[in-house]
């Protein structure tokens, strides 16, 4: 059974920073993409953050650019999620998702997958 299990959230001031984690355990981690979502109440869930299985690449909402950082560790099946300078309209629950689409590497072929995080409260006061 796949678990993935985010830490590292907490209450923090306007400006301050937070370093959220996620471990998988998942035993194929690297075949991953790794994404961190966020739902604030009365709003649907965003992605926040997304990197590819290779760690090659990485997308932000606008909202987070230049302020927060995705990354991972694939020897420690880790993500991460450093926020900088963060606001009161960070506040949400901050999510831990693992996507994987088919694909085939040499003689591997990876089925689809989907895993989701409990979550991870993060409120940032003004």
């Known amino acids: 059974q796949v678990h993935l299990v985010e830490s590292g959230g907490g209450l923090v001031q306007s400006g301050g920073s937070l370093r959220l984690s996620c471990a998988a355990s998942?035993?194929?981690?690297?075949?991953?993409?790794m994404n961190w979502y966020r739902q604030a109440p009365g709003k649907e869930r965003e992605l926040v953050a997304g990197l590819t299985r290779a760690g090659d690449s990485t997308n932000y909402a606008d909202s987070v650019k230049g302020r927060f950082t995705i990354s991972r560790d694939n020897a420690k099946n880790t993500v991460y999620l450093q926020m900088n300078s963060l606001k009161p309209e960070d506040t949400a629950v901050y999510y831990c998702?693992?996507?994987?689409?088919?694909?085939?590497?040499?003689?591997?072929?990876?089925?689809?997958?989907?895993?989701w995080g409990q979550g991870t409260q993060v409120t940032v006061s003004s």
């Open positions: 998942i035993m194929t981690f690297h075949t991953f993409a």
């Open positions: 998702n693992a996507q994987r689409r088919p694909y085939r590497d040499g003689r591997d072929f990876w089925t689809e997958a989907i895993y």
